[in-house]
């Protein structure tokens, strides 16, 4: 954010600074028009207009009852006044009805009635319904030609006459719709006039002001960034003075505002800045962090393949001599940490670091890979022999296994290294980096070759070894796994039960050894998905070979890592109540190696098996470094002899001894014997005449998918 140009709160002597918006000069048409167009005027006028009118029309009703009464008044009066004369003349002599009609044809009335004494004198039109004349004339009824009967009671001025009289009012409706016209055009004229004072009064009160205020808003409101601006001197003490005063002092309130929020700006301009350059920096240092080794200063992984795919781009292999890439690993060095810590065994890797850099004209070309491991590129000119490579390697290896000297102790490291030759073993950095790095875990694992150089058949060997794990993550639900069993007999050759032996067809590899994926399942942990897979396969087909008779034992084998889990022996329980066999058809063998692995563990989960009532079975005895005194308390039931002393029987003198005195020993704790790999009459006849319980191998029966058939029911 960047502060505005000339925004600030503080108010100069002659007033705020403000921007006058005065109202121009406009004619009665745009007046009217903008009147007009201002719903507020608008409504405002309106209801002015009309409340005129009804005041107006309250007012002209009872003037005009009025007025009507009036107007029959002066016509009454008149009527009576010409009676009164007529009778005053006719004092001195007698009426006759000439004299009436002439009174008639003189005066409003068009017929009268006069009596006295009983003599009543008649002319003119016949009256019919009188009313008096002093009352209210309008409410008196009218003939059709416009006229009211009216009476006057004997009165002195009517020389004791009762005057009965019909009087023409018929001109007083028109003088009354004259005087409602007149009425109406003066009402109209003053509603137009105090309308238009009205609107003039709105606009200069209101709307103007209304319409200056509008537009002061918008403006301040496209133009946020200058509040003052739009200040304007409070000219008025009313309500809308005291809008605009709230107008005003919001804008300063505004202004206050901005000139804060400015500084804010300022100030998080300047700590963005001081930011940025921090996170520049940091982020050279990471940058040296994640290319480089903090402990060393060598060329990290990353960087070093950089540099030697950058290196292979650039020499021209015609004229280059030979390259490889060499990776040294430090043996025990894990010890060495251990018995002289931490800090020396960075002072050594330091010191291993300078002697291996100290072969290397460009620190690009020379890296720690990772722990107590590091890489390097050795060059061979074209123009020398190729044995100088060699040469120089040894070279290298002989410089790092010099005795390294921290705080006046000797220590001594021993290299094991690792070479994949370019052109030969790869071309790219990660493919040579990866073959030497096989061929040095290659050299720590002989015990005389320290410098291995890389060969194709170790490349084919980790190749097969990745499709094969790849392979067994597939193989369950690829169905690539089957099971087979192979029958077991005891001395008289009766089958006892069987073995489940587990087989994979690869659908690449083909026909895959036990002996070579079993140990590989168990290095990955994926021994513990096949072996729950091979145990509820066993325990399915159980359920159907119990419900066809059979009455033996099958035994299936139990790795270390199912073993050590905490949750096998639950897994086994639940299955036995989902398939519904019974826990003394399951038999399971386990290796003395596993058992000898976590011996509390063991102990633990073969108690566990002995409460749900299975037979437990030791496999491949006599091969583990095993201690008796476990097996006497271990809940063991059967005990397996490995078919290494089976089959140099009845021959070797050692095998027999070995095989007898295994045979005495597991009865003698209570256990029955079984011997695997019986492939000769020879060896089956020996072992039945040293006390063996049971015999299997492929001369009483091979492994086969069927196992157990009805047919042959004899367990």
């Not at 003490?237 to 002092?249: P, R, T």
């Not at 290319?291 to 070093?304: C, I, M, P, V």
């Not at 890389?454 to 067994?472: D, K, N, P, T």
């Not at 095998?655 to 014997?673: F, K, P, Q, W």
Request: with cysteine.
């Amino acid at each position: 954010m960047k502060p505005g140009v000339g925004v600030g709160v503080n108010e100069r002597a002659g007033g705020p600074a403000s921007v006058g918006f005065p109202l121009n000069r406009r004619t009665l048409r745009q007046w009217a028009k903008q009147l007009v167009a201002c719903r507020l005027c608008r409504n405002l006028t309106l209801t002015a207009f009309l409340a005129i009118l009804v005041i107006e029309a309250a007012i002209l009703i009872p003037s005009y009852r009025n007025y009507e009464e009036n107007l029959l008044s002066e016509r009454v009066d008149v009527a009576s006044q010409a009676v009164i004369t007529f009778l005053k003349h006719t004092q001195s002599h007698p009426i006759h009805p000439e004299d009436l009609n002439t009174l008639i044809a003189s005066s409003p009335l068009v017929g009268m009635s006069m009596s006295r004494d009983g003599v009543t004198y008649t002319a003119g039109e016949a009256i019919e319904q009188a009313k008096p004349a002093d009352g209210v004339l309008r409410n008196a009824p009218r003939t059709a030609a416009g006229a009211i009967d009216l009476v006057w009671t004997a009165d002195p001025t009517l020389s004791d006459y009762e005057v009965q009289a019909r009087v023409d009012v018929s001109e007083v409706p028109a003088e009354l719709v004259a005087f409602v016209f007149r009425i109406l055009g003066l009402s109209l004229l003053i509603a137009v006039f105090v309308t238009a004072v009205t609107m003039f009064v709105i606009d200069r009160m209101m709307l103007s002001p209304l319409l200056k205020l509008r537009e002061r808003i918008s403006h301040a409101g496209e133009d946020a960034e200058h509040p003052l601006k739009y200040l304007t001197p409070a000219g008025r003490h009313d309500e809308f003075g005291e809008v605009e005063g709230a107008f005003n002092s919001m804008l300063k309130q505004n202004a206050s505002y901005l000139a804060r929020l400015h500084l804010l700006n300022r100030e998080l301009d300047q700590l963005l800045d001081e930011r940025t350059r921090t996170l520049r920096k940091t982020e050279q240092e990471l940058q040296i962090r994640t290319l480089y080794d903090q402990l060393t200063g060598l060329a990290n992984r990353s960087l070093f393949e950089e540099q030697l795919d950058r290196y292979f781009d650039q020499v021209n292999p015609g004229e280059s001599g030979k390259e490889a890439v060499l990776v040294l690993g430090l043996n025990d060095f894990q010890a060495l940490n251990g018995l002289a810590g931490h800090e020396t065994g960075d002072r050594v890797l330091q010191e291993i670091a300078r002697r291996i850099g100290g072969f290397s004209a460009d620190h690009g070309h020379v890296a720690r890979l990772g722990g107590d491991v590091f890489g390097l590129l050795v060059r061979e000119h074209y123009r020398h022999p190729f044995e100088n490579l060699q040469a120089g390697i040894s070279a290298i290896i002989e410089a790092c296994q010099r005795p390294v000297q921290v705080a006046g102790k000797s220590y001594e490291c021993e290299v094991s290294a690792g070479v994949a030759v370019t052109q030969l073993d790869g071309q790219d950095a990660r493919t040579l980096l990866s073959h030497a790095e096989i061929a040095m875990h290659r050299a720590k694992k002989s015990p005389s070759e320290r410098v291995q150089f890389f060969a194709s058949e170790f490349g084919e060997q980790v190749h097969r070894r990745q499709e094969m794990i790849s392979g067994l993550k597939l193989a369950i639900h690829n169905q690539q796994l089957e099971l087979q069993f192979q029958p077991q007999f005891d001395r008289a050759r009766a089958c006892t039960g069987y073995e489940v032996l587990l087989r994979w067809h690869h659908p690449v590899l083909g026909s895959v050894s036990p002996a070579e994926f079993i140990p590989l399942a168990e290095q990955t942990g994926l021994i513990v998905s096949i072996g729950d897979w091979v145990l509820e396969q066993a325990l399915a087909t159980l359920k159907l070979w119990v419900a066809q008779g059979f009455r033996g034992r099958l035994a299936v084998n139990v790795s270390a890592m199912q073993l050590h889990d905490e949750a096998f022996a639950d897994r086994i329980a639940t299955l036995l109540e989902q398939y519904g066999v019974a826990a003394r058809y399951l038999e399971l063998e386990i290796t003395e190696t596993a058992l000898m692995e976590n011996v509390e563990r063991a102990m633990a989960t073969l108690n566990r098996f002995r409460e749900l009532g299975l037979d437990l079975a030791v496999d491949d005895f006599g091969t583990g470094y095993s201690s008796l005194a476990y097996f006497k308390v271990m809940p063991v039931s059967r005990i397996k002899i490995d078919r290494s002393f089976v089959s140099g029987l009845p021959e070797n003198d050692q095998d027999e001894v070995l095989c007898r005195t295994i045979i005495n020993m597991a009865h003698s704790m209570g256990c029955e014997v079984i011997a695997e790999g019986v492939e000769t009459e020879a060896q089956a006849s020996w072992l039945a005449l040293a006390g063996c319980d049971e015999l299997q191998g492929y001369l009483l029966g091979k492994p086969a998918l069927e196992g157990f058939l009805p047919e042959n029911i004899d367990i």
